[in-house]
Nanobody, 124 residues
Framework: QLQLVESGGGLVQPGGSLRLSCAASGFTVDYYTIGWFRQAPGKEREGVSCFSGRGGIKNYADSVKGRFTISRDNAKNTVYLQMNSLKPEDTAVYTC?????????????????WGQGTQVTVSS
């Protein structure tokens, strides 16, 4: 059964860090691209980062470059999103999704299976 399960969200103060995990089953993350997306209340869903299954390409939205780092553990079939220097505007529900085997798009339409999401709240 194909499944994506996120974990690691929570409440953090501005400037703090969190690491999100996306555990995949039913397929392997070293074949398919995994993308991270976020959606804040009243805002459109935004592509945050992705890690291509083939080629090992990484991509980041301009809003998170230099602060977020995506990584992958093939043995655990899990993709991580390390988020540092968090800002209140990073507050959103973060969701991972399965994308194509090649490429690293940040457009949601390229992704077919989605997790349930994890809440990240950045507030003092």
């Amino acid at each position: 059964q194909l499944q994506l399960v996120e974990s690691g969200g929570g409440l953090v103060q501005p400037g703090g860090s969190l690491r999100l995990s996306c555990a995949a089953s039913g397929f392997t993350v070293d074949y398919y691209t995994i993308g991270w997306f976020r959606q804040a209340p009243g805002k459109e869903r935004e592509g945050v980062s992705c890690f291509s299954g083939r080629g090992g390409i990484k991509n980041y939205a301009d809003s998170v470059k230099g602060r977020f780092t995506i990584s992958r553990d093939n043995a655990k079939n899990t993709v991580y999103l390390q988020m540092n220097s968090l800002k209140p505007e990073d507050t959103a529900v973060y969701t991972c999704a399965r994308g194509p085997a090649w490429g690293c798009p940040l457009g949601a339409f390229r992704y077919d299976y989605w997790g349930q999401g994890t809440q990240v709240t950045v507030s003092s």
